[in-house]
């Protein structure tokens, strides 16, 4: 079974990046869609990026051409680089896999995901 735990939350100031890591282990992210989710208090789960086990990524509008997302193969890890970071940034970010699947993933459907890390704070704040 995929688990997944994310690391790399932190306080930042706006304008600023920070990188994410969500680590796998029980199955090899090359054959599993990753989805990025957000969670910020009093609102709903949002999708922020995702990548399929081809590598094709779909983006949140909320994070395009802020936010990127990469895989290390090599390492089980995948990756969350965020720039140009503003407070409604402001969030707990979770990784969310689903294995079995191939060359898809959505950013629009968080219970399509059934392996999901704890999730890491991310706080945009000067």
């Known amino acids: 079974q995929l688990q997944l735990v994310e690391s790399g939350g932190g306080l930042v100031q706006p304008g600023g990046s920070l990188r994410l890591s969500c680590a796998a282990s029980?199955?090899?992210?090359?054959?599993?869609?990753i989805g990025w989710f957000r969670q910020a208090p009093g609102k709903e789960r949002e999708g922020v990026l995702c990548?399929?086990?081809?590598?094709?990524?779909e983006y949140g509008d909320a994070v395009k051409g802020r936010f990127t997302i990469y895989r290390d193969n090599a390492k089980n890890t995948l990756y969350l680089q965020m720039n140009s970071l503003k407070p409604e940034d402001t969030a707990v970010y979770y990784c969310?896999?689903?294995?079995?699947?191939?060359?898809?993933?959505?950013?629009?459907?968080?219970?399509?995901?059934?392996?999901w890390g704890q999730g890491t704070q991310v706080t945009v704040s000067s």
């Open positions: 990548i399929s086990s081809s590598g094709r990524a």
């Open positions: 969310a896999g689903r294995s079995g699947v191939t060359g898809i993933c959505t950013v629009n459907l968080a219970l399509w995901y059934d392996s």
């Open positions: 029980g199955l090899t992210l090359a054959y599993a869609a």
